[in-house]
Every structure is written in C-alpha cells, then in structure tokens.
C-alpha cells in the first residue's frame, strides 16, 4: 500500500522544520497564540511561501499526518485536490466499492494512536506500523 518516495524528486528541493523559536527570534512571527487556536502555528504555517521564497513548491504538513502513497502525485493536482489528500480520522469514511474514497494522506486531527484514548481509531494500525518500521529502521527497537 505504501510507494517509494522518488528521492530524485525531492532533492530538487529543500526541507525543513519551521520552528516557532527561530521565527520569532528572527521576527518573522510575533503573534501570540489565540484562544480559538487549536495549536501555537496555526498561523505560521501561512508563512511556508515565503520562506520557500515564494519559488516552486511550498508545503506545510502537520505532524499528525500519515501519507499512504508518493506526494509527488499532488504536482499534478494542484487545482483540484481531492479530499483524500487530507483524509480526516472519524470525518471523511472510505467507501469500500469505491477506490477513490481511499486515503493518501491521513490527517489524525483530533488525536492519533500515539494518545491512549485515540489508540484505537480509525489507520490506527497503520501509523502504529510505520512507527515500527521507523524504530528498526534508525534502531530504536
């Protein structure tokens, strides 16, 4: 179910963790955060054109996504991404006699299986998973 990231593509561009701490201290970002805010960068993921420099692509992605094929296929779904990109654990539902319902990108909004009251929700088996393959990966197990 999971694809290869097409790690030619990904070099062409560069990555990295915005942090609230830097942006601040570089003035970028001074806003403090606001009551209805769910997180402190709700508003500073508006930020990711300009530190692109407003050249080719910007992305920004929570943390509490799980992608289930290469993102490399949203170049060519720039005008009209379907919700799957942005499946929502307990909102969006997968209709199993129709493919195009699956998630390829699953976004655990209200909590993942990280919480143990979210431990088992919906892709829960999923993310536990790719936690697993991380952890032998980088030999954490």
Same mark, same amino acid.
């Given at each position: ?10 070099? &062409? ?13 570089? %003035?970028?970002?001074w806003?403090?955060?606001? #009551?209805t ?12 054109p ?5 050249? %080719? ?14 993102? &490399?296929?949203? !170049? ?14 307990? /909102? ?6 129709? #493919?195009? !319902?699956? #998630?390829?990108?699953? /976004?655990?909004?209200?909590? %993942? ?22 952890? &032998? ?5």
């Open positions: 179910m999971f694809s290869i990231v097409d790690l030619e593509f990904f070099t &062409k561009f560069r990555s990295f963790i915005i942090k609230l701490f830097d942006l601040r201290s570089s %003035g970028l970002y806003r403090e955060r606001g #009551p805010e769910s997180t402190e960068f709700s508003f500073s993921r508006f930020l990711t300009y530190l692109a420099n407003y050249e %080719g692509w910007a992305m920004f992605v929570d943390c509490d996504f799980l992608y289930t094929t290469d993102i &490399k296929e949203l !170049t060519e779904l720039i005008d009209d991404i379907p919700f799957i990109w942005n499946f929502l654990v307990g /909102h969006n539902k997968v209709d199993e006699n129709d #493919p195009s !319902t699956q #998630p390829k990108a699953i /976004h655990y909004t209200t909590g %993942g299986p990280w919480f143990e009251m979210w431990k088992n929700c919906e892709f829960a088996d999923l993310w536990l998973s790719e936690m697993e393959a991380y952890k &032998k990966e980088t030999k954490q197990i």
